[in-house]
């Protein structure tokens, strides 16, 4: 969750860094609502490290998080879309383990 604080935070630098240095996937979720932490993403990506940047913002999509009740669907059905497209597609066609086709069902609603 890409908040103000993010790239400074010890936990959080745990896991990005494994992350890239894995080459996992991260699918990033921009607060911009700065009466909620937020920031804006361009301030967020320049504050990421240089080796990580690419991984974090280079060929996926930065999902914004919606906080209107009418738009968190739309948001986490974004984020649905993300996780499926970063593996490999499997998820899309229902191969994936723990109920990929059923997650892929629901996102396309």
């Not at 745990?14 to 609502?33: D, F, Q, T």
């Not at 919606?66 to 948001?75: A, G, I, K, P, Y």
């Not at 879309?81 to 069902?105: F, M, P, W």
Request: proline share 4%; charged share 25%; net charge neutral.
């Amino acid at each position: 969750f890409l908040s103000r604080g993010y790239f400074a935070s010890k936990a959080c630098k745990i896991e990005y860094m494994a992350a890239c240095r894995l080459g996992k996937p991260i699918v990033v979720v921009h607060e911009s609502n700065e009466n909620h932490g937020g920031a804006p993403l361009e301030e967020l990506r320049d504050q990421c490290p240089d080796e990580c940047r690419a991984h974090l913002f280079g060929s996926r999509a930065v999902v914004p998080w919606l906080r209107s009740e009418v738009f968190q669907l739309v948001t986490l059905k974004k984020i649905v879309a993300v996780v499926l497209s970063a593996d490999g597609g499997e998820g899309a066609t229902g191969k994936q383990a723990g109920g990929g086709g059923e997650i892929a069902r629901v996102a396309s609603e």
